[in-house]
T-cell receptor, first 112, second 113 residues
Framework: ELKVEQNPLFLSMQEGKNYTIYCNYS?????LYWYRQDPGKSLESLFVLLSNGAVKQEGRLMASLDTKARLSTLHITAAVHDLSATYFCAVDRGGGNEKLTFGTGTRLTIIP | DADVTQTPRNRITKTGKRIMLECSQT?????MYWYRQDPGLGLRLIYYSFDVKDINKGEISDGYSVSRQAQAKFSLSLESAIPNQTALYFC????????????FGPGTRLTVL
């Protein structure tokens, strides 16, 4: 059974600081997704990582994937208040059919 | 207009009632999914469909059924609702290449009393 663990579950940080959210998963997969969810809203796709060593960046967010370590990271650079949200990683169980197993999410709060 | 729509957005019902949640999409995607979200548990896959004739169970399908009426429509039914089905339900779609991730609808908040 594929298990996906995120840490930390809750993160409160000051504006301007850097931090990293970690996503570990238990079985082999080469596709990993990051989503953002604002309170009371739906999920928005942030990154799709399709191979070992993949790195993608959008604004102050950068995601990477190490399939050998079964680890993905979401790095936040110089955080701003608008990045406050819950971030989920999700792992494809295999075959590219997008049967996703989600982590429990990291609730990020950026303090001015 | 939204690419993925869900109706109703909110529903309160009683134990034992039959409920249908509907999902429509204009993205032209073949793949559609139903998830439920519970606090502290993330999202869990209920059912998924890769085309009109292809329906598959997800990890928590017991107590649910689905119908894929057309490429654009995918409905989730609770035949006899129970309180532990109280949750936020999301429909999602994706392109078979999986390059853009899944696109989620706005969600339906269901409360079973």
């Amino acid at each position: 059974e594929l298990k996906v663990e995120q840490n930390p579950l809750f993160l409160s940080m000051q504006e301007g600081k850097n931090y990293t959210i970690y996503c570990n998963y238990s079985t082999t997969s080469d596709r990993l997704y990051w989503y953002r969810q604002d309170p009371g809203k739906s999920l928005e796709s942030l990154f799709v990582l399709l191979s070992n060593g993949a790195v993608k960046q959008e604004g102050r967010l950068m995601a990477s994937l190490d399939t050998k370590a079964r680890l993905s990271t979401l790095h936040i650079t110089a955080a701003v208040h608008d990045l406050s949200a819950t971030y989920f990683c999700a792992v494809d169980r295999g075959g590219g059919n997008e049967k996703l197993t989600f982590g429990t999410g990291t609730r990020l709060t950026i303090i001015p | 207009d939204a690419d993925v729509t869900q109706t109703p957005r909110n529903r309160i019902t009683k134990t034992g009632k039959r409920i249908m949640l509907e999902c429509s999409q204009t993205k032209g995607h073949d793949r559609m999914y139903w998830y439920r979200q519970d606090p502290g548990l993330g999202l869990r896959l209920i059912y998924y469909s890769f085309d009109v004739k292809d329906i598959n169970k997800g990890e928590i399908s017991d107590g649910y059924s689905v119908s894929r009426q057309a490429q654009a429509k995918f409905s989730l039914s609770l035949e006899s609702a129970i309180p532990n089905q109280t949750a936020l339900y999301f429909c999602a779609t994706s392109d078979p290449r999986g390059l853009g991730g899944q696109f989620f609808g706005p969600g339906t908040r269901l409360t079973v009393l």
